[in-house]
């Protein structure tokens, strides 16, 4: 079982707040992910990192950043929230080649 | 346009039956192909996996099929357990999409007592 962890687990926030939702991965892991899910929908990817100092966007566009400044560390960051950001933010971390991902416990965010 | 379709939102079985989970995708340069568990308010949690090298692998009451003439695959679990009730991901990678992830909607699988 892998080692993520997703800080805070659910968060309220107001509109116009900037956020900033944590991840930590404890097994050396290369890759890691950031998905927005919502409810009966699939997983969104949304930001991804293959290494240090490297971020790409995922397939959903998104208004959050990311950086990678650590490799155990994967934050992602919202400059001003909005009521459509509303969403569950699931990070995870893959270490083989063939993609294998595990994921952390979430974080439901809603922006009111 | 999805490429990974988990077409029945929703299963309900009577506890130590089969439970046969489909799902189905569309590019033909997936060749590595999981199942996920999801809990509310939880992330996803792996299950098994299956490379297109092969049509079966099991591990313990867990079971995926793939058919890759049919672009099908499906996870089998037997005796299915009250406890397994949760959302199942499909979810589908192509080599050299550097372990990027498609997923599906997920289906909603509850186990009766």
């Known amino acids: 079982e892998a080692d993520i962890y997703q800080t805070p687990r659910y968060l309220v926030i107001g509109t116009g707040k900037k956020i900033t939702l944590e991840c930590s991965q404890t097994m050396g892991h290369d890759k890691m992910y950031w998905y927005q899910q919502d409810p009966g929908m699939e997983l969104h990817l949304i930001h991804y990192?293959?290494?240090?100092?490297?971020?790409e966007k995922g397939d959903l566009s998104s208004e959050s950043t990311v950086s990678r400044i650590r490799t155990e560390h994967f934050p992602l960051t919202l400059e001003s929230a909005r009521p459509s950001h509303t969403s569950q933010y699931l990070c995870?971390?893959?270490?083989?080649?063939?993609?294998?991902?595990?994921f952390g416990p979430g974080t439901r965010l809603l922006v009111l | 346009d999805q490429q990974v379709k988990q077409n029945s939102p929703s299963l309900s079985v009577q506890e130590g039956r089969i439970s046969i989970l489909n799902c189905d995708y569309t590019n033909s340069m997936f060749d590595y192909f999981l199942w996920y568990k999801k809990y509310p308010a939880e992330g996803p949690t792996f299950l098994i996996s299956i490379s297109s090298i092969k049509d079966k692998n099991e591990d313990g009451r867990f079971t995926v099929f793939l058919n890759k003439s049919a672009k099908h695959l499906s996870l089998h679990i037997v005796p299915s357990q009250p406890g397994d009730s949760a959302v199942y991901f499909c979810a589908a990678s192509a080599t050299g999409a550097n372990s990027k992830l498609t997923f599906g909607k997920g289906i909603t699988l509850s186990v009766r007592p």
């Open positions: 990192s293959y290494g240090v100092n490297s971020t």
């Open positions: 995870a971390s893959s270490g083989t080649p063939r993609g294998t991902q595990y």
